[in-house]
């Protein structure tokens, strides 16, 4: 290896997007693992990693809809990582509203309002004593499951568009983009 260093080049928003939605539906399938719906109360020890599983799942399919929009991925003031919007439920699904994104239901818009505030305080990750009056994880999942599938066939669309037309599944998978599927197995 040479004693000098070569520069990183940083990826295009709409590649990070891809990414991230990837690994929205990883985390959101990691919950429901971690808890399934056939056993919705056994292991209360669970339900904190599978909330979190969850609300970073909604972190990121949000941050993805916002990236493969153009927005700047930095740590700058209107950057997603900067600390007024980083695990900001709430601020991130504003702000998709503002940028054209249409969840399939209210119901998401509620979701991320009633996690927002437990997300940002890191609830989850940190466990915090008490009882919490959430949602079963299944619940959460199957909400965030076309949310998320939506926000994966926008990237598709995207990353089409600013790659010079329609790009076949196969093509599209070659970069890290599989087309989303429903957990059941059913498209």
């Not at 070569?6 to 939605?21: D, N």
């Amino acid at each position: 290896m040479s004693g000098g260093s070569s520069p990183v080049r940083p990826r295009p928003s709409e590649q990070i997007a891809i990414g991230l939605i990837q690994d929205a539906e990883a985390y959101r399938a990691a919950a429901v693992r971690v808890h399934p719906k056939r056993a919705p109360h056994r292991d209360v020890n669970l339900l904190a990693p599978a909330w979190h599983l969850l609300c970073h799942a909604s972190e990121l399919a949000l941050k993805a809809y916002l990236l493969s929009g153009g927005a700047d991925p930095s740590a700058k003031q209107g950057g997603l990582m900067h600390s007024t919007l980083r695990h900001n439920l709430v601020g991130l699904y504003r702000l998709a509203l503002e940028r054209g994104f249409n969840p399939p239901s209210e119901e998401f818009g509620e979701l991320m309002d009633f996690l927002g505030p437990y997300h940002g305080a890191h609830v989850f990750r940190y466990r915090e004593q008490g009882r919490m009056p959430l949602h079963p994880p299944f619940a959460i999942a199957e909400t965030l499951e076309p949310v998320i599938a939506g926000i994966a066939q926008t990237v598709r669309e995207r990353w089409s568009a600013a790659h010079g037309g329609r790009r076949g599944d196969e093509e599209l998978a070659g970069v890290g983009l599989a087309r989303a599927q429903p957990a059941d197995g059913t498209a």
